[in-house]
């Protein structure tokens, strides 16, 4: 050891999103970050006063679902955004996080099946999500999408 103290480390974290859309679209990086499926971006601003977007999401259980929640709601807090509220987290059923313009619903498969909001919001646009056109998310030290990543200064 060479009795020097180690380099000082910073927590890499997302850029703050500009607008609703960027903010939308932190959230399904985030979501597909942790595995989601089936990620659908309704615009609804014109249909209705308290959102422009909805972001719905699966995954294959509710361990999955919760895990899902929790990652997005702690990249959007670390990109700076603030949670409204949330509801259904820890159930893993049907969690729904409001970021005010942006609300996102998380759902366990079957839960999304029954309830069904896309034929609910059917007259909302839907946007296409491309992986491509995503935020990049900081890489964990185990190699996968987080936003703990310790980056040498």
Do not use: C
């Amino acid at each position: 050891m060479s009795g020097q103290s180690p380099t000082p480390r910073k927590r890499a974290r997302p850029a703050k999103p500009r607008n609703p859309l960027e903010l939308a679209k932190l959230a399904a990086a985030a979501a597909l970050a942790k595995k989601a499926q089936d990620l659908l971006l309704l615009e609804v601003g014109s249909l209705t006063g308290y959102a422009d977007y909805f972001l719905l999401a699966s995954g294959r259980s509710t361990r999955q679902a919760t895990a899902i929640a929790e990652h997005v709601q702690q990249v959007l807090k670390k990109s700076g955004v603030r949670v409204l509220g949330a509801d259904g987290v820890k159930e893993g059923r049907w969690a729904l996080i409001d970021f005010g313009d942006v609300v996102v619903h998380i759902f366990h498969q079957p839960v999304r099946e029954f309830y069904d909001l896309e034929s609910l919001w059917a007259d909302a646009p839907r946007l296409a999500l491309d992986e491509a056109d995503l935020p990049t998310l900081p890489q964990t030290a185990s190699g996968g999408a987080g936003v703990f990543t310790e980056d040498e200064e």
